[in-house]
């Protein structure tokens, strides 16, 4: 059974200064479970700051985004080459980039394959909109975005992605509908069921599929219970260090119940 991980993805919120005083109460309230990955995904400017106040052993770095080339004149962007040895991890294709920044299928593509070659692990994130869903077409959205994604990857480069289900209709900057874990757990056997057919039974059991949208300290458990959920993208939740905290103590609670059954 690999790590659980858990990943807060603070998105466009606080500067160097509240970022810091976060995790200086965060690393005095966290419980170092060795089962569990704990991740933070801040903004930009502030993961160099937090790589130095970080325990490394305790939690890791993500960044929320890059772009796809290693260099080059792409006035504002910042590549995986540049970020490579400060993060472990690197969130790809929020539906927050999609939606807000027309991000295709082709350069998420893109910057998984980019992610990859520079040895950061992406977390990408996939999901169907509402109307997506209504008309049944969510298997569709999921398949064209997830094999869309890998699609330049080898099997063993495709066990190093993190699959992070997000239905777009569920996170809270899109309406934060409560969503059926029994609903979701459809989605992540197909996700699996997906890349099985496709790069083998192996490389399916080692990618994690984490679920993501609206989740929080009262309902993470729902989900993380579900068979093959390997952990969660926290949204709004995380920016509350307790909050927080709290869903990682979850998350190892859920480990030992899975353990034993
Ligand atoms: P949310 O965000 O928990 O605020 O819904 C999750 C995400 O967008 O990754």
């Not at 109460?25 to 569990?36: E, P, Q, T, V, W």
């Not at 997000?166 to 934060?176: D, K, Y």
């Not at 059991?205 to 009262?218: A, M, N, P, T």
Request: proline content about 3%; hydrophobic content about 40%; charged content about 25%.
């Amino acid at each position: 059974m690999s790590r659980s991980l858990i990943v807060a993805n603070w998105k466009m919120h606080f500067n160097i200064h509240d970022a810091s005083l976060y995790v200086h109460h965060f690393n005095k309230a966290l419980n170092y479970h060795r089962s569990i990955e704990v991740v933070l995904a801040p903004s930009l400017l502030t993961l160099q700051p937090l790589s130095l106040q970080i325990d490394r052993r305790k939690v890791r770095l993500a960044a929320q985004n890059a772009y796809s080339k290693d260099d080059g004149p792409y006035t504002g962007e910042v590549s995986f080459t540049m970020l490579s040895g400060l993060v472990d991890y690197a969130i790809v294709g929020h539906s927050e980039r999609r939606i807000y920044f027309a991000e295709s299928l082709e350069l998420i593509r893109d910057k998984v394959t980019a992610a990859i070659r520079n040895d950061i692990n992406p977390i990408l994130c996939i999901g169907e909109s509402k109307p997506e869903k209504i008309a049944g077409e969510t298997k569709r959205v999921i398949h064209d975005q997830l094999i869309t994604a890998v699609s330049d990857l080898t099997a063993e480069e495709v066990k190093r992605v993190n699959v992070a289900y997000e239905p777009i209709w569920s996170i809270s900057t899109f309406g934060g509908e409560h969503a059926d874990p029994t609903e979701i757990q459809k989605t992540i056997d197909y996700i699996r069921y997906q890349i099985s057919e496709l790069y083998g039974a192996s490389t399916a059991s080692e990618v994690r599929v984490l679920y993501g949208g609206s989740v929080d300290d009262q309902d993470a458990g729902g989900y993380l219970a579900l068979d093959g959920c390997d952990g969660a993208l926290v949204g709004a939740a995380s920016l509350d260090y307790e909050k927080f905290v709290s869903i990682i103590d979850t998350a190892q609670s859920i480990r030992l119940a899975k353990k034993k059954d």
